[in-house]
């Protein structure tokens, strides 16, 4: 069936590292990909989403490619801020509204 | 975007009671949706409440136990019956505005005991 796996955490950064959250998908049609963020204490918001193969979907440093012979959408941002601290949601999204979301990563960076 | 809220923010409730959480939108939504964030896990989609029809529910969740309401195009109402501790999660509604595109209420934080 469709779903999305998500790399597990948490995940813990020093402030200016790289980050990298992977993201791969199983789906029977053509999904739309996106990435939520969930701050503490608040509800999830959109990050940043891709509609077809080869989008870019971007935000607030964030970037992640739709790749469809890899069937994958990672999460990277090349410098994190201890702003960044949250848990992020991959998720697809097939016709009907349907959405599929992944266990989600939990981020902590470090000062 | 838009501004979605959801009362009560969190609530603690006693096995065999019934909560009804609400969920106001500031324009006029066609697509209104509920889910479940149970502790700990992702998000599962309880049903979707699109308004002058019936709710349609995802496998596993029923009427009988999560009775919902969706009066107008702006507001939709969710209750969680005969609770047990087992629905201790955070529900949380969310509307679709465009290139379905959902954006999330701030939750409401169910602990039963």
């Known amino acids: 069936g469709d779903s999305v796996t998500q790399m597990e955490g948490p995940v813990t950064l020093s402030e200016e590292a790289f980050l990298t959250i992977n993201c791969t998908y199983t789906?029977?049609?053509?999904?739309?990909l996106f990435w939520y963020v969930q701050y503490p204490g608040e509800g999830l918001q959109l990050l940043l989403k891709?509609?077809?193969?080869?989008d870019k979907g971007s935000n607030k440093g964030f970037e992640a490619t739709y790749r469809k012979e890899t069937t994958s959408f990672h999460l990277e941002k090349g410098s994190v801020q201890v702003s960044d601290s949250a848990v992020y949601f991959c998720?697809?999204?097939?016709?009907?509204?349907?959405?599929?979301f992944g266990t989600g990563t939990s981020l902590t960076v470090i000062p | 975007s838009a501004v979605i809220s959801q009362k009560p923010s969190r609530d603690i409730c006693q096995r065999g009671t019934s909560l009804t959480i609400q969920c106001q939108v500031d324009?006029?939504?066609?697509?209104m949706f509920w889910y479940r964030q149970q502790p700990g896990q992702s998000l599962t989609l309880i049903a979707t409440?699109?308004?002058?029809?019936?709710?349609?529910?995802e496998s596993g969740f029923v009427i009988d136990k999560f009775p919902i309401s969706r009066p107008n195009l702006t507001f939709s109402t969710l209750t969680v019956s005969n609770m047990s501790p087992e629905d201790s999660s955070i529900y949380l509604c969310?509307?679709?505005?465009?290139?379905?595109?959902?954006?999330f209420g701030p939750g409401t934080r169910l602990t039963v005991t």
């Open positions: 998720a697809l999204l097939l016709t009907g509204n349907q959405f599929y």
């Open positions: 891709a509609t077809k193969a080869d």
């Open positions: 789906a029977t049609g053509y999904p739309s």
């Open positions: 324009s006029q939504v066609t697509m």
């Open positions: 969310s509307v679709e505005l465009r290139d379905y595109e959902q954006y």
């Open positions: 409440a699109n308004q002058g029809s019936e709710a349609t529910y």
